[in-house]
């Protein structure tokens, strides 16, 4: 079965809004798995726009399951996962001002830069997945630096599904026999919903894990978060 690990930024998004700690990301995040998930991820920016860097130290003391810590690592997010040394870390290419992640790695262009972050990381026992899009070549150039997994980009598939959903997984079934070809794990993020994430999961082989946050916790303002997460468990079982 493939895991869910709940993206929280959204959260701490809501909770920066007006200052305090209401609501409280750490008891969410605890709610969380209490309800199901099997992961916890979260995304620090540098400019701390929802997860702060403490929140991350917060939340490493406390979560239970699969903690990943995904971001752009610079010198202060490395030295943040090197402190906390969570069960995953996530390569994310992001810009600066970048609103959300909107594209992976080229994992040829940036192979030396790729490869020393994953030694550092590995070094730590820390498991190392890059971001990237799918295209087997990006899944290759991934496994030539020594990454354990790769996440497949999603969102291409999430805004042409309505269209031709066949046509849209198409890409992410090639990339993912790729990934199986070489012996890497398989992850996968970013746009995916109640409406697209049983077809995704059912037609990508070896898919070991999704990290859902935006449409997860928008459906929970209907739904309630404790229901919203058991109603992706079972797109996923």
Not at 36 to 49: K, L, N
Not at 50 to 63: A, E, F, G
Not at 75 to 90: C, D, G, M, S
Not at 170 to 176: H, L
Request: proline share 4%; charged share 25%; net charge negative.
């Amino acid at each position: 079965m493939t895991r869910l690990s709940v993206n929280i930024n959204k959260i701490a998004t809501i909770r920066n809004a007006r200052g305090g700690n209401n609501p409280d990301l750490v008891m969410v995040a605890l709610d969380c798995e209490r309800f199901g998930a099997q992961g916890i991820t979260v995304h620090p920016r540098p400019d701390e726009r929802h997860i702060r860097y403490q929140d991350v130290l917060d939340l490493s003391n406390l979560v239970t399951t699969e903690f990943n810590i995904e971001g752009n690592p610079d010198e202060r997010f490395i030295e943040l996962v090197k402190r906390v040394k969570p069960a995953q870390v996530t390569l994310v290419p992001d810009a600066v001002d970048a609103i959300t992640s909107n594209a992976g790695w080229d994992t040829i262009t940036h192979a030396d830069h790729l490869r020393a972050l994953v030694n550092t990381f590995k070094a730590d026992g820390i498991r190392v997945s890059i971001f990237v899009d799918a295209d087997e070549r990006m899944v290759e150039g991934a496994k030539a630096v020594g990454t354990d997994r790769i996440e497949l980009y999603t969102e291409p598939y999430a805004a042409h599904y309505t269209e031709n959903r066949e046509a849209a997984v198409a890409p992410f079934v090639q990339a993912a026999l790729k990934a199986q070809e070489l012996g890497l794990g398989l992850n996968a993020g970013h746009d995916l919903s109640l409406e697209n994430l049983r077809f995704f999961a059912e037609n990508v082989p070896g898919l070991d894990e999704v990290s859902i946050g935006h449409a997860l916790i928008c459906d929970a303002l209907y739904f309630g978060l404790e229901n919203t997460i058991q109603m992706y468990l079972r797109e996923l079982a």
